[in-house]
């Protein structure tokens, strides 16, 4: 295989071409042409509120989820772009990537991660207290996350345990606690993580 025959990391496709050209190397930084990385983070957080008995009473909450899934998703990327900016420009997959190929400076990098865990704060900020803490536990294996790739090779399972974090917030916001079927909901979402991962 060629590098010509590799499908290209980044994808000038879609709504992308619609934004402005200085805010396309963002949106790609933050993985928006692949709205598939939100949908995969959002759907364990809806699962726990509608499996808490929430689905119709906490509608708000499903939508909170989906915003905060959104933008931490895009904060994940980005946050992981910059640890492994020196590794991606040396991949021929990886290279065109807005941080790796110049296109965006470290320190806007920066600002924009800054800009999207802002976003990710106000959605943190609508959930009950015990759900928040919660929530901001996740944020120890996020940042763990891109290291996770150099010392093991099953960084997929670290990956499930980020990407399913979202049920925990969604079952104890509704339920004010996190008892024995939101943990199992939680590993089970860990399970079908580490699946559909290992397939990518």
């Not at 900016?85 to 320190?107: M, N, Q």
């Not at 925990?168 to 991962?197: E, F, H, K, N, R």
Request: glycine content about 8%; proline content about 6%; some cysteine.
């Amino acid at each position: 295989m060629t590098a010509t025959d590799l499908t290209p990391d980044t994808q000038h496709s879609g709504f992308i071409r619609l934004l402005p050209p200085p805010a396309r190397p963002f949106a790609l930084l933050a993985r928006l042409d692949r709205p598939i990385g939100w949908w995969l983070l959002f759907w364990p957080g809806a699962w726990g509120v509608a499996l808490a008995g929430g689905a119709v009473t906490r509608f708000d909450l499903i939508l909170w989820l989906l915003l905060g899934s959104i933008a931490m998703r895009g904060a994940g990327c980005v946050y992981n772009d910059i640890v492994d900016r020196d590794l991606d420009r040396k991949v021929a997959r990886t290279a065109a990537r807005p941080l790796a190929s110049g296109a965006v400076s470290l320190k806007a990098a920066w600002a924009w991660l800054v800009f999207l865990c802002l976003l990710g704060l106000v959605v943190l900020l609508q959930l009950h207290v015990y759900a928040a803490v919660v929530a901001l536990l996740s944020l120890a294996p996020v940042a763990a996350y891109p290291f996770m790739k150099r010392i093991t090779w099953w960084p997929q399972i670290w990956l499930g345990l980020v990407f399913s974090w979202a049920a925990l917030v969604g079952w104890s916001d509704v339920m004010g606690a996190l008892t024995l079927p939101g943990l199992l909901l939680y590993a089970g979402s860990i399970c079908w993580v580490v699946g559909y991962d290992t397939i990518y």
